[in-house]
């Protein structure tokens, strides 16, 4: 975990990790969940194959890093699947499925619809179907988010051995990034 402050002055803590995306999506979920409860903040925040950033307006950087700490093998699956509805992923994934499902109507049959105009419909349907949570899509759209594109498992065995002291955890206060998070 290193913490520093970009070319702004906003303070940042990046998690490098070698994992990639399909752990540290999950990961990230699971921290936001963490820091929406604890301090009732959203930051911004970016996950890749090499690790997770965050922006964040807390000073305290002390206190970001014992919330990252929170997020536990015990708690892990519950945070992923309490955040991973309201997350853009999610979104993505249930506009897919209503698409492929035939559920969003297209304006003429046989032409493709406007990408913003499917995101719209999409978005219309999703909040409609949050109030069925047996809606058959939403129930797809959680299995494939949870089974084939996040490594939930993966994520819990790696903060197992976070715990356990089998994967070292360091923290680095910077005044400039190092050259893994300086992109």
């Not at 992923?80 to 994934?93: C, K, M, P, Y």
């Not at 993966?154 to 050259?179: C, G, W």
Request: charged share 25%; proline share 7%.
């Amino acid at each position: 975990i290193e913490s520093f402050h970009d070319e702004l002055g906003d303070p940042r803590i990046m998690i490098l990790s070698p994992f990639g995306g399909r752990v540290h999506l999950p990961w990230k979920l699971a921290i936001l969940a963490q820091i929406r409860q604890q301090l009732g903040i959203e930051p911004e925040s970016l996950h890749s194959d090499g690790g997770i950033v965050f922006r964040y307006p807390v000073e305290n950087i002390n206190h970001i890093i014992q919330i990252i700490k929170s997020v536990t093998s015990q708690n892990v699956e519950e945070l992923v699947v309490e955040e991973l509805a309201n997350s853009s992923f999610f979104g993505i994934r249930f506009r897919h499925n209503a698409n492929r499902a035939m559920l969003i109507p297209r304006p003429k049959p046989g032409r493709r619809s406007p990408l913003g105009l499917q995101r719209m419909r999409s978005r219309d349907l999703l909040e409609i179907a949050r109030k069925y949570p047996s809606f058959p899509i939403v129930i797809e759209t959680y299995r494939e988010c949870l089974q084939d594109f996040l490594a939930v498992a993966e994520l819990k065995e790696l903060l197992h051995r976070i715990e356990t002291n089998d994967v070292r955890l360091a923290i680095r206060n910077a005044t400039v990034p190092s050259p893994f998070s300086a992109s």
